[in-house]
């Protein structure tokens, strides 16, 4: 597992990117085709959410760090939090600088 968390300028966008490229190639080495066949649609079905987002951010040319609609992709981001790379604080700084608890209800 490659990790990129030295560069600042990996976005969400980016690491989500990464991490579905990732999961399509170890799809394919999957022997058991049911299963290969189950976790490849979960890849796309996780790779059309995020391009969705993406274009939209594109399209209203927002940023792809602290922008409410990038945080759409903290769902399928949240499928690696363990990966070293996953750095919500990161990419939404001043968004969870100015969360309070009273927010999440």
Do not use: Y
């Not at 030295?6 to 490229?21: E, G, K, P, W, Y």
Request: negative net charge; aromatic residues 6%.
């Amino acid at each position: 597992m490659r990790s990129v968390s030295d560069d600042a300028a990996v976005s969400i966008v980016a690491f989500t990117h990464a991490r579905l490229d990732e999961e399509a190639k170890a799809c394919a080495s999957i022997d058991d085709a049911a299963l290969r066949a189950r976790h490849g649609r979960m890849v796309d079905a996780l790779r059309t959410v995020a391009n969705s987002i993406e274009a939209q951010l594109d399209s209203h040319r927002e940023s792809h760090f602290d922008s409410p609609l990038a945080a759409g992709l903290l769902v399928v981001a949240q499928v690696w939090a363990e990966h070293p790379d996953h750095q919500p604080r990161r990419w939404f700084p001043r968004m969870i600088a100015g969360w309070t608890p009273s927010q999440s209800r």
